[in-house]
T-cell receptor
């Protein structure tokens, strides 16, 4: 079946540094991908819609200059957390729909810890 | 986006059926009912979806009320691997499906051996 892969699965970085998370659709093309954030014991919160070849669309309250999204190809979207701080520590998850399929495919998630 | 309401948590015994309810009284005529589940430390996975008729697949069954204001996800024989958070989400289908999912709090299912 379709697979969406995220990398890395776990990252620890120092406060003030930037971290890039990759989301790849492995056997299908995705013109749109979605990025979510999930804090412990909470639900997934949609951060932004990544659009291939154009600017991402951010949800209200999400800082676009802090969470940079690039969707340079039909199989890859990246989320860069810039100048990370401890409060950015979270589980980041991407997803992609495949064509007209109802099913959305999710990556394994990336656990970011900022120290 | 139409809202769904689910119990925060439920418990089940292994090998027994589980009925997970979801209320969606503001559902529109074109909204499909989607269910996803999230195992610990993983991304969500698709379980099932439906519009009006009851649906069955290898993972579960979906029973939809006649007025579509509620639905129930049925796991016929719970296993320990079914312990997860189950999300009921309203959304599109086919060409009207953008893939954008708005997650509520979901139901945390505990399965006891």
């Amino acid at each position: 079946g379709a697979v969406v892969s995220q990398h890395p699965s776990r990252v620890i970085c120092k406060s003030g540094t930037s971290v890039k998370i990759e989301c790849r659709s492995l056997d299908f093309q995705a013109t749109t991908m979605f990025w979510y954030r999930q804090f412990p014991k909470q639900s997934l919160m949609l951060m932004a819609t990544s659009n291939e070849g154009s600017k991402a669309t951010y949800e209200q309250g999400v800082e676009k200059d802090k969470f940079l999204i690039n969707h340079a190809s039909l199989t890859l979207s990246t989320l860069t957390v810039t100048s990370a701080h401890p409060e950015d520590s979270s589980f980041y998850i991407c997803s992609a729909p495949r064509g007209a399929s109802t099913e959305a495919f999710f990556g394994q998630g990336t656990r970011l810890t900022v120290v | 986006d139409a809202k769904t309401t689910q119990p925060n948590s439920m418990e089940s015994n292994e090998e027994e059926p589980v009925h997970l309810p979801c209320n969606h009284s503001t559902i529109s005529g074109t909204d499909y009912i989607h269910w996803y589940r999230q195992l610990p430390s993983q991304g969500p996975e698709y379980v099932i979806h439906g519009l009006t008729s009851n649906v069955n697949n290898r993972m579960a069954s979906l029973a939809i009320a006649e007025d579509r204001k509620s639905s129930t996800l049925i796991l016929h024989r719970a296993t320990l691997r079914d312990a997860a958070v189950y999300y009921c989400i309203l959304g599109g289908h086919g060409s009207s499906n953008t893939g954008k999912l708005i997650f509520g709090q979901g139901t945390t299912l505990q399965v006891k051996p």
